[in-house]
T-cell receptor, first 115, second 113 residues
């Protein structure tokens, strides 16, 4: 199956700093990637749809100025958590749809801890 | 938009017994229904999927059934093993490229040895 790689897997930062998470499709081109947030023992909450070459589409209630998404190429989308606060601590997962099958493949996830 | 509901939220079974997880969806345009298994701290992994032109699909101990009329689909795991313990998510999507996937709330399955 298609491979989606996410980096970093864990990050700890101080409150007020910004953190960038990268999501790469390693063996296929992804015009669309999705960013999810997952709280402990809860489901995947879609934050935004990242579209190559255009602005991301954010879900209701997600602050686009806080969660900056850039999809500059067909294999890379980045999520930047700006001015992070402890309540932003969470597990962030990206995903992309395989070109031929329509299956959704996930990155490894990034656990963000804001002190 | 699509709304996916999943039940139960937790499920405990004895090793060797069967486990069934059920999901319903609201949008009749959805035509692709994958199931994911997520172990603690790891990414969700696709375990089986079904498309709307099929009523049932089986892969060894795992099977999925789909009732389009009633808009519900179910995951069946037979002869459960401790390594089946995980959180399972159902999802619904329109399988055109770029369409969103809508996830159920998850079922935490525990298989008791």
């Amino acid at each position: 199956g298609a491979v989606v790689s996410q980096h970093p897997s864990r990050v700890i930062c101080k409150s007020g700093t910004s953190v960038k998470i990268e999501c790469r499709s390693l063996d296929f081109q992804a015009t669309t990637m999705f960013w999810y947030r997952q709280f402990p023992k809860q489901s995947l909450m879609l934050m935004a749809t990242s579209n190559e070459g255009s602005k991301a589409t954010y879900e209701q209630g997600v602050e686009k100025d806080k969660f900056l998404i850039n999809h500059a190429s067909l294999t890379l989308s980045t999520l930047t958590v700006t001015s992070a606060h402890p309540e932003d601590s969470s597990f962030y997962i990206c995903s992309a749809i395989g070109q031929n099958t329509g299956e959704l493949f996930f990155g490894e996830g990034s656990r963000l801890t804001v002190l | 938009g699509e709304n996916v509901e999943q039940h139960p939220s937790t499920l405990s079974v004895q090793e060797g017994d069967s486990a069934v997880i059920k999901c319903t969806y609201s949008d009749s345009a959805s035509n692709y229904f994958p199931w994911y298994k997520q172990e603690l701290g790891k990414r969700p992994q696709l375990i089986i999927d079904i498309r709307s032109n099929v009523g049932e699909k089986k892969d060894q101990r795992i099977a999925v059934t789909l009732n389009k009329t009633a808009k519900h689909f179910s995951l069946h795991i037979t002869e459960t093993q401790p390594e089946d313990s995980a959180v399972y998510f159902c999802a619904a999507s329109q399988s055109n490229t770029g369409n969103q996937f809508y996830f159920g709330t998850g079922t935490s399955l525990t298989v008791i040895p």
